[in-house]
C-alpha cells in the first residue's frame, strides 16, 4: 500500500462560490481595520440596536494602552451629536454583548452612511408565463438544475418591463 503524500491537497476544479470565501475575506478586511471581534461590524444592528445602527457604522478599532479599544464610528450629521452623549450607554453594551471589555472610548466621525442595497420589487408573473416556463423546463431531468433555471427564468421574465412572449 501506498501512503498519500500530505502535502498534496485535493482541490475542486472550476469556479467556488463567494459565499465559500467571504468570511475569510471579510475577516482579513476587518482585521485591517483593527477588528478582531468581526461581531462587532456583523451584528452591529443587533448591538447597538436598529435606530441607533440606521445613523452609524463601526468604521475602526484602535487598541488603546490600557487594553480597552477605541471605536471610531462613521455617524450621519443628525445623529454625531446625539452619539456624543449616549456614547457611555453604547460602550456598556458593546462590552456586555462580548462580556467583557473591548471598548474604553467611542469617537464619532460625521459622514455619509452608505445604505443598505435593496432588492428591487419584481412583478408577479402571469398565470400564462408561469405555465409557459413550467412547459419549457418540465423536460430538464436533473431537479436541481431544472429548479436553478426556473428561478432564473422567473427572474429574468419578471424583471422586464415589457409583458415578455416566450418564443423558440
Known amino acids: 500500500m501506498s501512503e498519500q503524500n500530505p502535502s498534496i491537497r485535493n482541490y475542486k476544479r472550476g469556479p467556488v462560490p463567494v459565499a465559500q470565501n467571504a468570511l475569510e475575506i471579510l475577516k482579513g478586511h476587518l482585521n485591517k481595520r483593527g477588528f478582531a471581534q468581526i461581531e462587532i461590524v456583523t451584528r452591529w444592528s443587533e448591538i447597538a440596536g436598529q435606530s441607533l445602527a440606521a445613523h452609524c457604522v463601526p468604521q475602526k478599532l484602535s487598541s488603546g494602552a ?23 450607554k453604547l460602550i456598556e453594551r458593546i462590552n456586555r454583548y462580548f462580556g467583557r471589555a473591548v471598548v474604553g472610548k467611542i469617537k464619532v466621525v460625521a459622514g455619509v452612511i452608505p445604505k443598505p442595497r435593496t432588492a428591487p420589487v419584481l412583478r408577479r408573473l402571469t398565470a400564462e408565463e408561469e405555465s409557459e416556463l413550467q412547459a419549457r423546463t418540465s423536460a430538464i431531468e436533473d431537479p436541481q438544475l431544472r429548479e436553478a433555471l426556473t428561478r432564473l427564468g422567473r427572474h429574468a421574465l419578471a424583471e422586464s418591463r415589457k409583458t415578455p412572449v416566450l418564443k423558440r
Open 66 to 88: 490600557n487594553g480597552a479599544a477605541t471605536l471610531t464610528l462613521l455617524a450621519d450629521d443628525r445623529a454625531s451629536l446625539e452619539l456624543q452623549h449616549q456614547a457611555p
